[in-house]
């Protein structure tokens, strides 16, 4: 079974200085993995994903994250945070193989301060 | 271009009351559709998937049901709402129903079971 840990629930940083969210994933097999991003009371929106490509993906709004296969993990980082950065993130781990393979971690909720 | 409209916004039921949400796509034929349930502290929690008309899988078993009676309507119903039904429900789609395709998400319906 796999299984994905956000090791942070919440993090907070100033605005301005670069954002780092972390995700360590479980995985018997070569995993797809995806970061969303979720507003208040907003759906959830995509900003990149990883599947077996380059390591390094770069999203939207300036993020990217990196797949590090040793260290089983699949951070998210941004140089320069924006007031509008503020919101929820969820990494999420695929095996392609059908619905009981995607797993959602339990969100790291990232604040801003101005 | 494609969107994804789920109503209602929000909804306050008491216990035992039926219940139905709905979720359309449009500008796409035949998507996959989903839905998702996130629960106030946790993560997402897949509901239901849809590869087709009629064809509807399960992946919890729990009091809803979720029907597909045309190609980009899911409906997502219970007989008699728990208290523990309460959260924020996300009809999401994607073009290929293999996991490692990207979700698109709606924007979510908030449920209040009282």
């Known amino acids: 079974a796999q299984s994905v840990t956000q090791l942070d629930s919440h993090v907070s940083v100033s605005e301005g200085t670069p954002v780092l969210l972390r995700c360590n994933y479980s995985?018997?097999?070569?995993?797809?993995l995806f970061w969303y991003v979720q507003h208040p009371n907003k759906g959830l929106q995509l900003l990149l994903k990883y599947t077996s490509a380059a390591t390094l993906v770069k999203g939207i709004n300036g993020f990217e994250a990196e797949f590090k296969k040793s260290e089983t993990s699949f951070h998210l980082t941004k140089p320069s945070a924006h007031m509008s950065d503020a919101a929820e993130y969820f990494c999420?781990?695929?095996?392609?193989?059908?619905?009981?393979?995607?797993?959602f971690g339990k969100g790291t909720h990232l604040i801003i301060q101005p | 271009s494609q969107t994804i409209h789920q109503w209602p916004a929000t909804l306050v039921q008491p216990v035992g009351s039926p219940l139905s949400l709905e979720c359309t796509v449009e500008?796409?034929?035949?998507?996959?559709l989903y839905w998702y349930r996130q629960a106030a502290g946790r993560g997402l929690q897949l509901l239901f998937y849809s590869v087709g008309i009629g064809q509807i899988s399960s992946e919890v078993p729990q009091n809803l049901s979720a029907s597909r009676p045309q190609d980009r309507q899911f409906i997502l119903s219970s007989k008699k709402l728990l208290l523990s039904d309460s959260g924020f429900y996300l009809c999401?789609?994607?073009?290929?129903?293999?996991?490692?395709?990207?979700?698109?998400f709606g924007p979510g319906t908030r449920l209040t079971v009282l």
């Open positions: 999420v781990v695929s095996l392609g193989g059908g619905a009981d393979g995607l797993t």
């Open positions: 999401a789609w994607s073009v290929q129903p293999v996991w490692t395709d990207t979700q698109y």
């Open positions: 500008g796409t034929s035949n998507p996959n």
């Open positions: 995985s018997s097999y070569s995993p797809s």
